[in-house]
C-alpha cells in the first residue's frame, strides 16, 4: 500500500508557473513508477507526465511537452510537477499516481493515487 498526498495547486495567472508535489508513505517509494494525471470539470481524467522509479526514463502529453517538467527524489519520497508558461486551458484537479510494475500514459496502469491537487489559470 502506497499513499500519496498532493500539494502545491493554486490560482495563477496565464504564462505563470506552479510547482506540485507529491508525498508518499507506505511500501518503498522507489520501487514505484508515477505518473501525473489531471481532470477538468466534464472531461475525462488524461495523463500529463510519468516517471520511472530510478528517474531516468520519463514520458509527456504532447499538450504539456516543453513546459512542464517531471522529477523525484526517493531519498525524500516525493515526485515533482514543475509547470512553467502555464495556459487556461491547464486549469485541472492534478492526481499523483503509483504502479510497482511500469510506467505509462494510461490511468488504468496505476494502482495508486492521491486526492488530487487544484490548479487555476486565468487569463
Known amino acids: 500500500q502506497v499513499q500519496l498526498v498532493e500539494s502545491g495547486g493554486g490560482l495563477v495567472q496565464a504564462g505563470g508557473s506552479l510547482r506540485l508535489s507529491c508525498a508518499a508513505s507506505?511500501?518503498?517509494?522507489?520501487?514505484?513508477?508515477m505518473g501525473w494525471f489531471r481532470q477538468a470539470p466534464g472531461k475525462e481524467r488524461e495523463f500529463v507526465a510519468a516517471i520511472s522509479w530510478s528517474g531516468s526514463n520519463t514520458a509527456y502529453a504532447d499538450s504539456v511537452k516543453g513546459r512542464f517538467t517531471i522529477s523525484r527524489d526517493n531519498a525524500n519520497n516525493m515526485v515533482y510537477l514543475q509547470m512553467n508558461s502555464l495556459k487556461p486551458e491547464d486549469t485541472a484537479v492534478y492526481y499523483c499516481?503509483?504502479?510497482?510494475?511500469?510506467?505509462?500514459?494510461?490511468?488504468?496502469?496505476?494502482?495508486?493515487w492521491g486526492q488530487g491537487t487544484q490548479v487555476t489559470v486565468s487569463s
Open positions: 507506505g511500501r518503498t517509494f522507489s520501487n514505484y513508477c
Open positions: 499516481a503509483a504502479d510497482p510494475d511500469q510506467y505509462g500514459s494510461s490511468w488504468l496502469m496505476y494502482d495508486y
